[in-house]
């Protein structure tokens, strides 16, 4: 089954905020082009992809939200580790 080795490498691509603010960018870029256009004409089609950049848009969001508790979880792990070392410290 192929799931299992996408999957790893989609959260690998999606593993860091940079990765997430590249996709987000490469997203703008696409959408910038199509509508500096001289003429817009829709093109068929037009509809499902802005379909799937708002599910995109929607992914990239939710894999923010868990980074970032992921890293408030990391700095709470840390200031009660550095709290722990001032009070051994301070006890002898």
């Given at each position: 089954?192929?799931?299992?080795?996408?999957?790893?490498?989609?959260?690998?691509?999606?593993?860091?905020?940079?990765?997430?603010?590249?996709?987000?960018?490469?997203?703008?870029?696409?959408?910038?082009?199509?509508?500096?256009?001289?003429?817009?004409?829709?093109?068929?089609?037009?509809?499902?992809?802005?379909?799937?950049?708002?599910?995109l848009i929607q992914a990239l969001q939710?894999?923010?939200?868990?980074?970032?508790?992921?890293?408030?979880?990391?700095?709470?792990?840390?200031?009660?580790?550095?709290?722990?070392?001032?009070?051994?410290?301070s006890q002898y």
């Amino acid at each position: 089954m192929e799931t299992n080795n996408n999957n790893s490498i989609i959260s690998k691509k999606f593993s860091n905020r940079e990765a997430l603010l590249t996709v987000n960018s490469e997203l703008i870029a696409q959408l910038q082009a199509r509508l500096k256009a001289k003429r817009f004409r829709p093109v068929d089609g037009d509809s499902v992809k802005l379909g799937y950049a708002r599910a995109l848009i929607q992914a990239l969001q939710a894999q923010n939200a868990i980074l970032k508790d992921a890293e408030l979880d990391d700095l709470k792990k840390e200031i009660e580790e550095l709290k722990d070392m001032v009070k051994y410290q301070s006890q002898y």
